[in-house]
């Protein structure tokens, strides 16, 4: 396990064998007898191969790795992916890898560290247990017998096309005055290794190229998150089929139905699924998901698989909960769908990322304007001096997609959010309508409805290309396909 003295004078990061005092019983567990030990010592065989990481992904990451190392050139960059983090007293979340780690790397274990050297990587690692001591049946977190079994480091290297090494040298590793820059945050324990430069510029400067290298997508990446995209769609469907279930538990069922098809085709669920039925529509991030589905009330629906390569999708559909758009909902739902076909079309090679929002925006506020709910013109509103139209539309209208569902958040403003579209970028489109329950600049039948629609945007040479065009956006076909999947 980690030695968590790890700050020693010598600065060693030591995987250690457990000593007597890690190795000691929990509260609830019964005491273990000398001979109990001495049995669990002998008598075993070699334990089958533990199934490592997809091997499809080592060529694409190591072009990656020396794409970095050409932005550093004669330094050390040291890239951890992170180690297990407690839920509640001897209990840890399920591990997910640092996603610049995984782009790196193509690892998905915990308390692992990549140090990349110019050309040079090594792969610091947390191998099996070995059956010499006690800690493959006695050590809760690592343990063979209570977590499963950890990958050799020669079966990691074989699978990852990386020289890999046990964690245990790591702290030498990194000894000596070569200049060292640490991708911070995300494992305290390599934070402590090594000092920040610059009072964390060099770090803040890794941190911005690494996101800014992973903005443009390769072949493999694309099919990754195609694959997530098209798992997504059968969640969707999976809810659609149960949606009599819905209605009778609610946004519970939904999430749960859609967690369900997570697992099964993917890692998990990339984010917290939002089911926002009635007036939870208008919480932005609604994640409590325990609602009633009401007849009458739209649903909407945020949700995104998790593919087993840590690539997620992230789409959104509003649904009628009866199967049906009434006439004002109808009417909403058009203009929605309307923004959201004009942001699409905008996401185009060489057009400014904000063109997307700006596109989208233009249509609401007209929208808004044509509803009587806009203080003033549409014109007036979408001056830049005013966006008073953000009232009912307060988010932005797209993001970056890739291993995390906000991908390259530390990408600089320069190379995003003021930077230009280029082929190989995927994006989220997702304007958003919303009028508060307790808005009493609209008319009453608009208060607590909430509207989001959102696709995943590939931009081609060719235009953009929509990977989740599969699940239904006009109303009429919605209302086709919702009925369809029930029967």
Known sequence: MIDRRAGSADGAYRCRVPDDDDLATSSHDMPVTPDLAALMRRGWAEPAPAAPPSADVAP??????????EAFPGERLVLPAGPLVVRANDTDYRFRADSAHVWLSGNTSSDAVLVLDDVAAVLFMRPGCSRDGDAFWRDRRYGDVWAGRRPSLQESAAALGLECRHLDALGSALRGNRPTRVLRGSDPVVDRLVDERDDGQAERELAAVLAELRLVKDPWEIEQLQAAVDATVRGFEDCVREWDRAMEHGERWIEG??????????????????????????????????????????????????????YTADVSRTLPASGEFSAVQRELYRLELAAQEAAIAAARPGAAYRDIHRAAMAVLARGLDDLGVLPCSADEALDESS????????????HMLGLDVHDCAAARAEHYLEGKLEPGHVLTVEPGLYFQAEDLLVPPELRGVGIRLEDDV??????????????PREPDAVESWMAALRV
Do not use: C, I, Q
């Not at 966006?387 to 797209?398: A, D, E, F, I, K």
């Open 458 to 471: 590939l931009v081609t040479d060719e235009g953009p290309r929509n990977l989740s065009a599969a699940l």
């Open 257 to 310: 139905t859609f967690w369900r098809r997570a697992r099964v085709e993917g890692n998990d669920v990339g984010y917290s699924s939002v089911v926002a039925a009635g007036v939870h529509a208008t919480t932005l991030h609604w994640t409590d998901d325990d609602g009633p589905v009401v007849p009458g009330e739209l649903v909407l629906l945020d949700m995104g698989v998790e593919a087993r390569t840590l």
């Open 60 to 69: 694409w990451a190591a072009k990656r790795r020396a794409r970095l190392a």
């Open 387 to 398: 966006t008073v139209y953000r009232r009912w539309t307060l988010h932005g209208s797209g």
